[in-house]
């Protein structure tokens, strides 16, 4: 088994974090660094399915997300 073969083995699993930032992305047709944003800067999004979402996809309770 060479290099390669043995990094081709491992897959593409992608990091929990960056999941959460592309289903968010996906769903809500931002773009990541609104989503960023959103987590690291207290930012609200300003559609409220967007919120309705993010409480749906994490189980945090709206009045939560923001403290």
Request: with cysteine; hydrophobic share 30%; proline share 4%.
């Given at each position: 088994?060479?290099?390669?073969?043995?990094?081709?083995?491992?897959?593409?699993?992608?990091?929990?974090?960056?999941?959460?930032?592309?289903?968010?992305?996906?769903?809500?047709?931002?773009?990541a660094?609104?989503?960023?944003?959103?987590?690291?800067?207290?930012?609200?999004?300003?559609?409220?399915?967007?919120?309705k979402?993010?409480?749906?996809?994490?189980?945090?309770?709206?009045?939560?997300?923001?403290?």
């Amino acid at each position: 088994m060479t290099l390669k073969d043995y990094y081709e083995s491992l897959g593409s699993v992608k990091p929990p974090k960056q999941t959460f930032i592309d289903t968010v992305v996906e769903k809500c047709g931002v773009r990541a660094n609104t989503v960023r944003r959103w987590v690291y800067d207290n930012a609200k999004p300003q559609s409220e399915e967007h919120i309705k979402f993010l409480e749906e996809l994490t189980g945090i309770e709206r009045s939560e997300l923001w403290k």
